[in-house]
Nanobody
Framework: QVHLVESGGGLVQPGGSLRLSCTAS????????MGWYRQGPGKERELVAI???????SYADSVKGRFTISRDNGKNTVDLQMNSLKPEDTAVYYC???????????????WGQGTQVTVSS
């Protein structure tokens, strides 16, 4: 079994910064990708940023230049540094991981429980 635990959400004023962290634990053989999605009020869940195999990084256009994703493979963690936050960044942020639990298993996707980020004055 695999668990993703997030931390770091909260309330911040426009222009402020927050850092989200996520740790994967449990029966992990290898992690193919880790990243962050978000779901704003009345919106569908969308990709924010992701680090794939070999360190390939992708960002949503709306966060490029403001958000930075980083990963520590040794600790099975992924962080999201969010700067210059805007009210439209308000959402529940979900940690995502694509994981093999053994050398012969398929890659499965796992989600954290979500952490609320609210950008408001």
């Amino acid at each position: 079994q695999v668990h993703l635990v997030e931390s770091g959400g909260g309330l911040v004023q426009p222009g402020g910064s927050l850092r989200l962290s996520c740790t994967a634990s449990g029966s992990i053989f290898s992690i193919n990708a880790m990243g962050w999605y978000r779901q704003g009020p009345g919106k569908e869940r969308e990709l924010v940023a992701i680090i794939r195999s070999l360190g390939v990084i992708s960002y949503a256009d709306s966060v490029k230049g403001r958000f930075t994703i980083s990963r520590d493979n040794g600790k099975n963690t992924v962080d999201l540094q969010m700067n210059s936050l805007k009210p439209e960044d308000t959402a529940v942020y979900y940690c995502y991981a694509a994981i093999r639990t053994s050398g012969i298993s398929m890659i499965e996707t796992y989600w954290g429980q979500g952490t609320q980020v609210t950008v408001s004055s």
